[in-house]
């Protein structure tokens, strides 16, 4: 299934309801907001957010930066704390 990137809306980062499917590649990188998540295509909304890319959301979080585990990013964050 297709990956596609969703924005983060606020909210619980660990819901789907808390993204909204975003047209580009998202410019944020790092910082210790969540930005957006390259997740499975489900429409408006992502599908489902994998226990592996929840571990990557709150990875980034703590880290304050992205997650690219085997060379492609999953997780965007953006200062602002």
Do not use: E
């Not at 990956?3 to 993204?19: A, F, T």
């Not at 957006?36 to 703590?62: E, H, K, M």
Request: net charge positive.
């Amino acid at each position: 299934m297709a990956r596609s990137w969703y924005g983060y809306l606020g909210g619980d980062p660990l819901l789907v309801s808390s993204y909204s499917l975003i047209s580009n590649t998202p410019t944020c990188l790092n910082g210790c907001n969540i930005c957006a998540i390259f997740a499975l295509n489900g429409g408006p909304s992502p599908s489902v957010l994998s226990g592996r890319l929840r571990i990557y959301t709150v990875d980034a979080i703590v880290t304050q930066v992205a997650q690219l585990p085997m060379h492609t990013i999953y997780v965007r964050a953006k200062p602002g704390c």
